[in-house]
């Protein structure tokens, strides 16, 4: 079988988490970065993702294979220590302060 196995992590928070994550529910995700990798405590509000609490960690390959996943350099959310919020893409009028990702727009507070 040549399947690759993604990390545990990813470079951006995929769309369809958004779009199937409940209203209020809380979840865990690993994000990757170019600095380094983060867990992200993550709320879902009515139409964003508020983070609720960053952790610097490690992930590792689930076997030693590389991972065909996207890349996006969000260093600066990796390093930024206030407030952050996580937007679809396509939604407008946020302002300054924000980092592009895929799938994502995560605008630093």
């Known amino acids: 079988m040549n399947e690759q196995i993604p990390h545990l992590g990813y470079w951006d928070l995929p769309g369809h988490i958004f779009e199937n994550t409940p209203l209020g529910e809380k979840i865990l995700f690993g994000l990757k970065t170019s600095c380094g990798d983060l867990i992200l405590s993550l709320k879902k509000m009515e139409d964003h993702f508020h983070v609720q609490a960053k952790i610097l960690c490690k992930t590792s ?41 895929r799938d994502m727009i995560f605008k630093l507070q």
Request: proline share 5%; hydrophobic share 30%.
């Open 61 to 101: 390959p689930l076997i030693n294979m590389e991972s065909n996943s996207q890349y996006n350099d969000l260093s600066e959310v990796y390093f930024y220590e206030g407030d952050i919020t996580i937007w679809p893409q396509g939604t407008t009028r946020l302002g300054e302060n924000l980092v592009i990702g």
